[in-house]
């Protein structure tokens, strides 16, 4: 269903490759069936609801040129990570964890729990606009610009710092276009509402990550062959 490939599968443990804008839907709907298929098993073992088993996934992007075993490499952090060890107890495992490596040697990440439904949605709609040509992508670096300028403020919760952010947030935002056009309202809003809820360094993160899910060509990502 989502044309991905599986190169190993034994025990819980999954190896596969997917199409990058399959790869997001097709590890929700291995976590779904996973839970599904082990419903009655849970039940009959008498388990608590937070002790029923949980699928944690692992997506590592990159280049179509890079290694394999790099890949794979970035795979199985990503696996670790979703798995959250370190993490308060409430917040580990059942997560899907993405670890992009960019051609330039670096790497983002972005990480949520599968019932943290807001942060897929607002993930699925970035795809979304950048798929669509809706949201540039120096949206993600301007991002990147404030947080780096407002460095001084980024542990500063108070009504007014928060206020600072917003306004430079606003005010790059009133400068953007995507076609020649204005950002949308409903696209506006809901960049507005990420940057409040978390820091403007992971937002731009989630952008770029976005952006490479919705890419159709290399050409889209801005690489070079």
């Known amino acids: 269903q989502h044309h991905g490939h599986a190169i190993y599968a034994g025990g819980d443990d999954v190896l596969a490759l997917l199409p990058l804008n399959q790869a997001v839907a097709c590890s929700r709907a291995l976590a779904e069936a996973f839970q599904a298929a082990l419903a009655d098993v849970a039940k009959n073992l008498g388990l608590a609801a937070t002790d029923w088993p949980t699928l944690s996934v692992g997506l590592g992007l990159g280049h179509i ?14 696996e670790k990570l979703a798995k959250g060890n370190g993490l308060p107890e409430a917040q580990q495992r059942n997560a899907l964890q993405i670890i992009l490596g960019i051609r330039s040697g670096g790497e983002l990440a972005w990480r949520a729990q599968w019932s943290e439904q807001a942060a897929f949605e607002a993930l699925q709609k970035f795809i979304a606009a950048f798929a669509q040509d809706q949201l540039p992508s120096r949206v993600a670096y301007d991002l990147r610009a404030i947080d780096l300028r407002l460095a001084w403020l980024r542990e500063d919760k108070t009504h007014t710092a928060n206020g600072m952010r917003e306004a430079e947030v606003t005010r790059m935002l009133d400068r953007a276009r995507a076609q020649g056009q204005k950002i949308s309202p409903e696209l506006r809003a809901l960049l507005l509402a990420q940057a409040k809820i978390q820091a403007l360094a992971k937002l731009a993160d989630t952008l770029i ?6 890419a159709r060509s290399q050409h889209a990502l801005g690489e070079r062959g």
């Not at 040129?65 to 990503?78: C, K, M, N, S, V």
């Not at 990550?209 to 919705?214: G, N, P, S, V």
């Open 65 to 78: 040129i890079e290694p394999f075993w790099r890949l794979r490499d970035r795979a199985e952090r990503a």
């Open 209 to 214: 990550i976005a952006r490479w899910l919705a």
